[in-house]
């Protein structure tokens, strides 16, 4: 149950885009469409972006997308805005009955 | 609209034990599955424990294997985490959390705010 790997950080200016992967092995993220990704504020509880890997939560922004490639899973964030700078987490399930999350990724908007 | 309520954290010496509760409301509880998540300080996001809507398939991080158990209780619309031989690396703050529609295999969907659990002599 090894933590998928995510960047430590990553930065962008307001009103452009940016890209955080999820990287984890064939026993997860290759093998399942079950990836959902977090939003997380400081002090706060996550918040559910991204489910089944694309899937936006209703009344979500359709400024969060999501896809996968082969052991990686990606959630992209187009025009970026001062409010998107968070920490984000991706979680995918593991087989057996187990679930893993990422290591986390602090978006800073510039 | 979704709530999940959790208690029972606290200050505990190592060793001992501790239950947390979640109780929930705003959706029909007996119909999903639930995820124990907890977060250490300063640190990232940490699969604990599942169960399934009725309580008869579920699963423990290997960190807590055997030290931990995750239950509910329908009637009441409450999961339950049961902490024994806390060490000092299982303090973290405790989300309970509701699976994602749609599959037994999702994520979680809603949190609750969380309930801290310091071990600590």
């Known amino acids: 149950q090894s933590a998928l790997t995510q960047p430590a950080s990553v930065s962008g200016s307001p009103g452009q885009s940016i890209t955080i992967s999820c990287t984890g092995t064939?026993?997860?993220?290759?093998?399942?469409?079950?990836v959902s990704w977090y939003q997380q504020h400081p002090g706060k509880a996550p918040k559910l972006m991204i489910y089944?890997?694309?899937k936006r939560p209703s009344g979500l922004s359709n400024r969060f997308s999501g896809s996968k490639s082969g052991n990686t899973a990606s959630l992209t964030i187009s025009g970026l805005q001062a409010d998107d700078e968070a920490d984000y987490y991706c979680?995918?399930?593991?087989?057996?009955?187990?679930?893993?999350f990422g290591g986390g990724t602090k978006v800073t908007v510039l | 609209q979704v709530q999940l309520v959790e208690s029972g954290g606290g200050v505990v010496q190592p060793g001992r034990s501790l239950r947390l509760s979640c109780e929930a409301s705003?959706?029909?509880?007996?119909?999903?599955?639930m995820h124990w998540v907890r977060q250490a300080p300063g640190k990232g996001l940490e699969w604990v424990a599942a169960?399934?809507?009725?309580?008869?398939?579920?699963n423990h991080a290997d960190s807590v294997k055997g030290r931990f158990a995750i239950s509910r209780d329908n009637s009441k619309n409450t999961l339950y985490l049961q902490m024994n031989s806390l060490r000092a690396e299982d303090t973290a703050v405790y989300y309970c959390?509701?699976?994602?529609?749609?599959?037994?295999?999702?994520?979680?969907?809603?949190w609750g705010q969380g309930t801290l659990v310091t071990v600590s002599s």
């Open positions: 979680c995918s399930y593991a087989g057996s009955t187990t679930w893993v």
């Open positions: 959390a509701k699976k994602t529609a749609g599959s037994s295999f999702n994520c979680p969907d809603y």
């Open positions: 169960t399934s809507y009725d309580g008869s398939n579920k």
């Open positions: 705003g959706f029909t509880f007996s119909d999903y599955g």
């Open positions: 064939s026993s997860d993220v290759g093998s399942y469409n079950f």
């Open positions: 089944e890997g694309i």
